[in-house]
């Protein structure tokens, strides 16, 4: 099992460009999140989606759009990235509560 | 929500002495998790608590829920390098589904 997949691992933005970050899991957890980890500091919730079909704001949604578009994939959009949005993005997948975490995404804004 | 606060923020150690992190919530907690982040890794669950007084042991790390679900700890009996990383404790609301993260504790083990 590959457990929760996240492409791209490292991608490089212009300020003003948008992208989608792409997540997958294979063990049929209902619960699936989007974190943020800037250098040096905890994890933040951007969005997360307790069921397929549904998604919810968390911590820090402003800029972001999220998509579940099914109950394997989550994904992150970045509609116009600022240099705000440099980051370490981590997908998670849960079920009863425990959390999968991919390995990350590490994006740069220029 | 109020996030969760966790003390200390760094924690430099000699191998071989015990270390405790711990975890403070203005609110009563439903439950409480604890995960460990590697250097350059993503973070991996160690456990969740959600008794009022639970304790739970894995090898030489012991969880601690208190008694109000306000608090919680971790300790770590004789580090060892392998232990370095950053410890964050975590809470879920709205049924277990919102997880969000305290602000972790970096583990620096010295040789």
């Known amino acids: 099992n590959a457990g929760v997949t996240q492409t791209p691992k490292f991608q490089v933005l212009k300020t003003g460009q948008s992208m989608t970050l792409q997540c997958a899991q294979d063990?049929?957890?209902?619960?699936m999140y989007w974190y943020r980890q800037d250098p040096g500091m905890g994890l933040r919730l951007i969005y997360y989606?307790?069921?397929?079909?549904?998604?919810d704001k968390g911590e820090v949604p402003n800029g972001y759009n999220v998509s579940r578009l099914n109950k394997r994939e989550f994904s992150l959009r970045l509609e116009s990235a600022a240099p705000s949005q440099t980051s370490v993005y981590f997908c998670?997948?849960?079920?009863?509560?425990?959390?999968?975490f991919g390995s990350g995404t590490q994006l740069s804004v220029l | 929500g109020q996030q969760v606060m966790q003390i200390p923020q760094y924690q430099h150690v000699q191998e071989g002495e015990d270390f405790t992190t711990y975890c403070n919530s203005s609110?009563?907690?439903?439950?409480i998790q604890w995960y460990k982040q590697r250097p350059g890794g993503h973070p991996v669950f160690l456990i969740q608590?959600?008794?009022?007084?639970e304790v739970k042991k894995q090898k030489r790390l012991t969880f601690q829920f208190g008694e109000a679900k306000k608090n919680s700890s971790l300790h770590i009996t004789a580090t060892q390098t392998t232990d370095v990383g950053t410890y964050f404790c975590?809470?879920?609301?709205?049924?277990?589904?919102?997880?969000?993260f305290g602000t972790g504790t970096k583990l620096q083990v010295i040789p």
């Open positions: 609110t009563t907690l439903s439950n």
């Open positions: 975590a809470k879920g609301t709205g049924g277990y589904q919102k997880v969000t």
């Open positions: 989606s307790a069921s397929e079909g549904t998604t």
């Open positions: 998670a997948s849960a079920e009863g509560g425990e959390l999968f």
């Open positions: 608590l959600v008794k009022s007084g």
């Open positions: 063990m049929n957890h209902n619960s």
